[in-house]
């Protein structure tokens, strides 16, 4: 199924949580448009953008009408509606269940480790960044050991588990957190970048 014009996702290059949704569009070879989002003016608090968006945060997707932000609740939306033969998004209950462990994990030790040591290393953000170091270095432990067990984080094929943990895992030294210790991990992330259609996301340039 294919949306009836292109999508507009408003973003930023180097969010994961906006990655995570583009790479998911592209998979699925849906149309869209990127609206870039200055986060640098403080466009994410304008009131246009609060009008979307509440909370003041990336990203939101405009589908004609309808605006959702969120990017886990993106991340369903477009699974629901156009993944419809669950390419990327499981039809089943156990499997819809099985992904949303992941999504939460991705608002949890994701988001409060690694996501949030880069912030502190890329863009001088104010965080306990060794509490950061250690949810995100146990983080990469516990998927260490679960993609031991299974090529991806739902089984055998991937799914949007992850597509929504992809971007920040790899992106973990931009956080100062190596991937060398994980080599399964890093396995993990080449079958990612090999699908067909993958989209690269941006290396986001050193602090100055």
């Known amino acids: 199924m294919k949306p009836p014009r292109p999508l507009r996702v408003h973003r930023h290059p180097i969010s994961g949580h906006c990655h995570r949704v583009e790479l998911y569009l592209t998979l699925l070879d849906l149309p869209f448009e990127r609206v870039h989002v200055d986060l640098s003016t403080g466009a994410h608090k304008a009131p246009a953008f609060l009008a979307m968006n509440a909370f003041g945060q990336i990203p939101v997707i405009e589908d004609g009408d309808f605006v959702l932000a969120d990017s886990a609740a993106i991340m369903v939306y477009i699974g629901e509606r156009y993944d419809t033969d669950g390419r990327f998004w499981p039809r089943s209950p156990e499997g819809k269940a099985a992904v949303q462990r992941w999504l939460s994990a991705a608002a949890g030790p994701l988001m409060f480790g690694l996501a949030a040591a880069r912030r502190v290393r890329l863009l001088g953000v104010k965080l306990d960044y060794e509490g950061a170091v250690a949810t995100g270095t146990r983080l990469l432990e516990v998927l260490e050991g679960e993609l031991a067990r299974r090529p991806y984080l739902v089984g055998s ?31 993990w992330l080449s079958r990612i970048e090999a699908l067909p259609g993958f989209l690269p996301m941006m290396v986001a340039p050193p602090k100055s």
Do not use: N, Q, S
Not at 169 to 179: D, F, S, T, W, Y
């Open 157 to 187: 094929t991937p799914t949007v588990a992850d597509l929504t943990m992809y971007a920040y895992v790899a992106r973990a030294p931009e956080g100062g957190v190596p991937l060398e210790p994980y080599p399964t991990v890093r396995a």
